[in-house]
């Protein structure tokens, strides 16, 4: 009978240090998410017991999470996102009523452009607004080596080596002579590995500022106070520019070569896979849908700029660009309307 007894109380003790034993962070949070998520609290068991924790611990910690106010605080936040998210997804579902050909308008007012496209978030191709650029005629590899050939100039080389060359921009940054860069652009063909792009932009802006008069400021639609604008981006056939989103609107005033481009509504934020800062790693070029189901539901427009085309960039808009030719752009973000919208981006980038 003692016997009996003692093992009863051995029972007992290791039965009341089992219910002293806490769950790690990692798995409280796994909990809370869930719950969040809609979870019913049974589903939950079956994986933390799984995982070798007890159920009497199991149970008491599903059920300290149902009981927390913290938690409840959290699901009122989590329903006020889903509100958001609702709203967001009204404007998404309207704009799957438009064509998804991308407007071409001759000449744009600037009243039009504001009314139809900038302060409706919409992209629109503007032409006949670059035919009196100088660079429209003068510009090549060739006059660049002529005239800028011996100015040091700040480049991207190494893209190909890493897969994430465009969020690890500043460690691919190299400098050379503008015109050994030029003949390298137009002799290597199709590649993507080297680029001058607009992270290059405040070493080049001095070291090539003569090509700045050959621009237009377009005052339509551009504020004109300070000196020239523009960000100078020039590379061969092949150079990729992986779906993102830019903090401002934009213009991509191109001047030489064709670009294709992919673009997405800031508003499929929540189908495009957005993990880190303004990146997905959704590949344009090649969408898969295994990979990324929701991509399915998500409009994509496409679009190719051809010489003396401005294509509007809406703030917030994922676009992906792919250089058909030997490429020259120049893309602006001083508009003569408000165009402020960094100051609110979250500060950390982690979605």
């Not at 994922?318 to 120049?330: G, I, K, N, Q, R």
């Amino acid at each position: 009978m003692a016997a009996v007894s003692t093992f009863g109380v051995k029972q007992k003790q290791q039965q009341e240090q089992q219910q002293e034993q806490e769950l790690s962070r990692e798995w409280r949070s796994w909990i809370a998410e869930n719950l969040m998520l809609g979870s019913h609290p049974s589903a939950l068991m079956p994986v933390l017991q799984q995982a070798g924790i007890a159920e009497a611990l199991a149970r008491r910690e599903v059920e300290l999470a149902l009981q927390s106010p913290y938690l409840a605080g959290a699901v009122r936040l989590s329903n006020r996102l889903a509100k958001r998210d609702w709203v967001i997804d009204i404007q998404r579902k309207l704009n799957h009523l438009r064509t998804p050909e991308i407007p071409r308008r001759d000449k744009l007012s600037a009243q039009e452009f504001l009314d139809e496209y900038y302060s409706t978030n919409q992209p629109v191709i503007i032409t006949g607004m670059m035919d009196d650029w100088p660079a429209i005629a003068k510009w090549s590899p060739a006059y660049f080596r002529e005239y800028y050939a011996q100015r040091e100039v700040e480049v991207q080389f190494g893209r190909e080596a890493d897969a994430q060359y465009e969020m690890n921009s500043v460690a691919h940054k190299r400098k050379m002579a503008f015109g050994e860069y030029a003949s390298l652009v137009e002799s290597s063909g199709a590649t993507n590995d080297f680029y001058m792009t607009a992270n290059n932009n405040s070493q080049n802006r001095q070291a090539l500022r003569e090509l700045w008069d050959d621009i237009g400021q377009l005052p339509e639609y551009l504020r004109q106070d300070g000196g020239p604008t523009g960000f100078l981006w020039f590379g061969p056939a092949g150079t990729v520019t992986p779906f993102h989103h830019d903090l401002t609107n934009n213009f991509m005033a191109q001047v030489k070569g064709r670009k294709r481009l992919r673009i997405m509504a800031a508003c499929e934020v929540a189908r495009v896979y957005n993990q880190r800062h303004c990146f997905t790693p959704v590949d344009g070029r090649d969408i898969d849908l295994r990979r990324y189901p929701l991509m399915a539901d998500v409009q994509v427009r496409e679009c190719v700029l051809a010489p003396g085309e401005i294509l509007f960039l809406p703030v917030g808009c994922w676009h992906f660009v792919e250089a058909l030719d030997v490429s020259m752009t120049v893309a602006f973000t001083n508009f003569r309307w408000d165009n402020d919208f960094y100051s609110k981006y979250p500060s950390n980038h982690d979605f």
